[in-house]
């Protein structure tokens, strides 16, 4: 049975063009960009068209505002780990949301150990921040605000725009975890007002392990990888080339396919909210998918438990994410369902559902009824369903 | 595959599914923190587990322990059921995932409340549920602490792993 993928949160193919370019790119054996030689210089310019290629996805004024990264983890650590080192005589408090990824969240933890404080603001239950509980956060000893643009769980988009007016005010630097958002949807910098904007290649159909960090100039940030003078000394060591041009391919077909994509991946969403009641009961639909991301939703099925489900939905052909505690690898119920209120049953039948552009609405029907049948199976071995069914 | 074939066929098709209305015993387990609640249901004649059923909220490895729980129990005498442990379902299963092993003693662990929940009403004595809250931790206690990133085993309470220099929540 082939397989269905709507776990794109996770894993995307690559765009043929994307593939092909990055073919071409291996074959034709480039330089290293740092040398002063022809192989070199050459490998410098399709850097740098890759480069424009990113700029453009995020409408930076100049490229020089794009520093190449691993990925999106990478991204964060030097936003988070860069602005505390270099603004260490102006203050050491952070402040940042209870949702965030890991990769903010950790980082964030680590320079507590060093001395940072740090304030982590509540989101409501939609998982939204309010911009006035960030403005009440900010003390004269913060930095840095981080609040990220989308949530990967339930698809949440920030009101960054606001939040941005609040810290352009207070001259205190803002960066957002875009990861999830950039080649998605719509992003611009400007409109934003971000100082730092951190994002990678996969979201939007580019290879992994290469992502970038919006810099705007002017910027009080250090590297936190030292070495030679890459990226204008803002990241040391040699450039992912072959990764790079994938992910400007990428870019260059996202900034041009975006309304169409959107459109595509809200239709998917609509068809699987709209129709997610004739199949199954008693599930809640997390964050808000009006406002949110186009290409996830996340449910939380009542009674049974996640990891189970996902099982046999793969079994039928059609893979999904769950955010249950036992599919993970500490067994803990996930800090984003906690944090908008759900309780740990129910959090533990939640599903990630992310759609791609490739998927279409008999993709969307197919999974389902597979779902039917499953959350019917599992329902029939749950105590807690059956339990409920005696009392009402 | 994270699981043995064993697992996947008990999962996709569970044994001895249901509730037995007028059980002799009755084992509830539940574990808040990780979110797996077990049921074992027992019909008891002359000593002999004549039959077993099962309901269980989880995941695949906690569905798999259950069906394989009732088929090992399933025609044993009471004393014999009571030496069915974690590790032989676990083995019967042919192993789980190191993180997973804390499904087996929940599975275990239902058993002998439903068999000493039939001791009980035998003797006459009464408890107001046949029922126990786990702890916080993801396993039974005395049993040891794993890291979630390399399954070594740690202290309670440890915040780095030496095995694989992992830093780790106090709570694992």
Not at chain 1, 311 to 333: F, I, K, N, P, Q
Not at chain 1, 338 to 352: K, N, R
Not at chain 2, 25 to 52: Q, R, S
Not at chain 2, 88 to 105: F, I, M, Q, R, T
Request: net charge negative; with cysteine.
């Amino acid at each position: 049975m082939s397989n269905v993928n709507l776990d794109h949160i996770s894993a995307s193919h690559l765009l043929p063009e994307v593939q092909d370019a990055m073919i071409e790119a291996i074959k034709h054996n480039y330089g290293n960009p740092s040398s002063q030689n022809m192989a070199g210089e050459e490998a410098a310019e399709v850097l740098d068209q890759a480069r424009e290629s990113v700029a453009g996805l995020i409408n930076a004024k100049k490229t020089k505002e794009i520093v190449f990264t691993s990925n999106g983890t990478e991204s964060v650590n030097q936003a988070i780990k860069g602005v505390a080192r270099a603004n260490v005589d102006k203050g050491k408090h952070i402040v940042t949301t209870n949702i965030e990824h890991s990769s903010v969240n950790r980082s964030i933890k680590r320079l507590s150990q060093m001395g940072c404080t740090v304030t982590s603001v509540s989101v409501d239950e939609k998982g939204v921040v309010n911009p006035d509980d960030i403005a009440k956060a900010i003390t004269d000893e913060t930095i840095l605000v981080s609040v990220m643009h989308s949530n990967n769980e339930i698809g949440t988009i920030q009101p960054i725009e606001e939040i941005s007016k609040i810290t352009k005010e207070k001259k205190i630097i803002l960066h957002s975890d875009a990861v999830d958002s950039v080649g998605v949807v719509p992003i611009d910098v400007q409109k934003l007002g971000v100082d730092l904007l951190s994002y990678a290649s996969n979201p939007y159909y580019g290879p992994t392990g290469v992502g970038g960090l919006y810099i705007r100039l002017g910027t009080s940030i250090w590297p936190i990888i030292d070495g030679g003078i890459q990226e204008r000394n803002k990241r040391a060591g040699t450039e992912n080339l072959i990764g790079i041009i994938g992910m400007g391919v990428a870019a260059d077909l996202a900034t041009k396919h975006m309304g169409e994509r959107v459109s595509h991946l809200r239709g998917l969403q609509d068809l699987l909210i709209k129709e997610l009641p004739n199949y199954i009961d008693e599930y809640y639909i997390n964050g808000d998918p009006d406002n949110g991301l186009p290409n996830l939703v996340s449910v939380s099925i009542k009674y049974i438990e996640g990891e189970s489900i996902v099982l046999m939905l793969e079994d039928d052909g059609y893979t999904v994410s769950t955010r249950s505690a036992c599919a993970t690898g500490s067994l803990r119920a996930s800090h984003v369902l906690m944090s908008i209120g759900l309780d740990h049953a129910d959090a533990q039948g939640t599903l990630v559902i992310t759609p791609g552009i490739e998927n279409t609405k008999e993709d969307i029907t197919g999974f389902l009824k597979s779902l039917q049948g499953i959350v019917k199976s599992l329902r029939d071995i749950s105590p807690l369903y059956n339990k409920m069914k005696a009392t009402g | 595959m994270l699981y043995s074939k064993t697992v996947m066929e008990h999962f996709k098709n569970p044994r001895n599914v249901g509730v037995i209305d007028d059980a002799d015993g009755v084992g509830e387990v539940g574990n808040p923190l990780c979110g797996d609640m077990m049921t074992i249901y027992l019909k008891i004649d002359n000593d002999k587990i004549d039959d077993i059923k099962f309901q269980t909220f989880g995941c695949g490895s906690a569905i798999a322990v259950s069906s394989m729980l009732t088929e090992l129990a399933m025609g044993k005498n009471v004393e014999e059921a009571k030496k069915i442990t974690n590790k032989d379902v676990a083995a019967a299963l042919e192993g789980l995932p190191k993180n997973k092993l804390h499904c087996s003693n929940l599975g275990a662990d239902a058993l002998h409340m439903a068999i000493q929940d039939y001791e009980d009403k035998k003797a006459g004595i009464t408890r107001p549920e046949p029922r126990r809250e786990e702890g916080k931790h993801g396993h039974s206690q005395g049993e040891a602490c794993l890291c979630p990133y390399c399954d070594a085993k740690i202290k309670e309470h440890a915040t780095f792993c030496k095995a694989c220099q992992s830093e780790l929540d106090e709570e694992h």
